[in-house]
């Protein structure tokens, strides 16, 4: 059973930093990435990030250049650290797993609870 559960959330300044966490667990070896989701007021979820076996990793959107997606397999854990961070980045973020294939990300529908943030000016 696929289990993803994110942390990190909370409210900070524009300009300021935050790092999600996601936990996974029970992710069968076909799931081999990683995406993070993002849901702000009135919006669509939109991708974010996505890595690949801990190395290929896709960014989409403002996050390019200021958002930077890792993955500590000996935790189980992806990270999103988020820096010079936007009143716009304001959302609940969501994990997210799916599959890589031709250099692209594949989301599934296995996703976790959210993470809130909020970034005020």
């Known amino acids: 059973q696929v289990q993803l559960v994110e942390s990190g959330g909370g409210l900070v300044q524009a300009g300021g930093s935050l790092r999600l966490s996601c936990a996974v667990s029970g992710t069968p070896s076909n799931l081999n990435a990683i995406g993070w989701y993002r849901q702000g007021p009135g919006k669509q979820r939109e991708l974010v990030a996505a890595?690949?076996?801990?190395?290929?990793?896709k960014y989409v959107g403002s996050g390019k250049g200021r958002f930077t997606i890792s993955r500590e397999y000996a935790k189980n854990t992806v990270y999103l650290q988020m820096n010079s961070l936007k009143p716009e980045d304001t959302a609940v973020y969501y994990c997210?797993?799916?599959?890589?294939?031709?250099?692209?990300?594949?989301?599934?529908?296995?996703w976790g609870n959210g993470t809130l943030v909020t970034v005020s000016s």
């Open positions: 890595i690949f076996n801990g190395c290929s990793t």
């Open positions: 997210n797993a799916g599959f890589w294939a031709n250099g692209d990300y594949y989301g599934l529908d296995y």
